[in-house]
């Protein structure tokens, strides 16, 4: 008889992980055992983040954009290669411009560029991974409090998230094998959301660190698919 096959490792995809929300989560499931693909458009920031991460764990980082399907199929490959996909992140997202530009100032360019990255990259990488996503598995989409309330500024950005939340109720149920997570990090201390806040003391905001338990929380008891917002979750 063969010697008895060693299990793959759990592996997660996580788009925009070189920073923020995305380097935070990257971290914990590293320290819990999974292999992570991670991205970034700075190859610079994610290198840094990814020889961190290689202290913990398998790790393939490619430097990219997500709206690039060329890209999205690079990612998807590099967790086939890594062990078992069990995970897919869509945190990567843009704001579009700064400051915030009311409704009737964004530039159309600006809008459809914001789709792209908030809404059509997303369910392009869901797409492509499908049909390597073991049964079961889980898709988390971030999405904002934006997306369900009326901000003046953030009607771009906002809309987007609208957009991602509605598709990814869609594909819950379509297909109800897999969990389908819609989680809100609220307010975070990261650069996008500086972005948002040009010229203001935004240091009162959490560390991207706290809304990290209650997505891990999410991923443990396997919850069913919904929206969340992850630090009311109990931990």
Do not use: C
């Not at 320290?31 to 393939?60: P, Y």
């Amino acid at each position: 008889m063969g010697e008895p096959q060693e299990p793959q490792h759990r592996v997660a995809i996580i788009t925009g992980g070189s920073r923020g929300l995305g380097r935070a989560l990257a971290t914990e499931l590293a320290r819990r055992g999974w292999a992570l693909v991670v991205d970034a458009r700075r190859a610079h920031e994610l290198e840094a983040t990814a020889t961190e991460l290689r202290a913990l764990t398998d790790v393939a980082a490619l430097a990219g954009d997500v709206t690039n399907p060329a890209h999205r199929a690079a990612l998807v490959e590099a967790a086939t290669e890594l062990g078992t996909l069990s995970l897919v992140v869509n945190n990567a997202s843009t704001l579009g411009h700064s400051p915030l530009p009311r409704v009737d100032a964004i530039e159309p360019a600006v809008l459809r560029d914001v789709f792209e990255t908030n809404v059509v990259a997303p369910v392009a990488l869901i797409q492509a991974a499908l049909p390597h996503l073991v049964d079961g598995g889980t898709i988390v989409n971030v999405t904002s409090d934006a997306g369900a309330e009326a901000y003046e500024g953030w009607g771009g950005y906002g809309s987007s998230k609208a957009a991602l939340e509605h598709l990814s109720r869609v594909l819950a149920a379509e297909r109800p094998d897999l969990t389908v997570l819609v989680v809100d990090p609220g307010d975070m201390r990261t650069e996008m959301h500086q972005d948002a806040f040009p010229g203001e003391d935004i240091s009162d905001r959490p560390e991207p660190e706290e809304s990290v338990p209650g997505i891990v929380a999410l991923l443990d008891r396997a919850e069913p698919s919904g929206r969340y917002e992850a630090r009311a979750v109990s931990v």
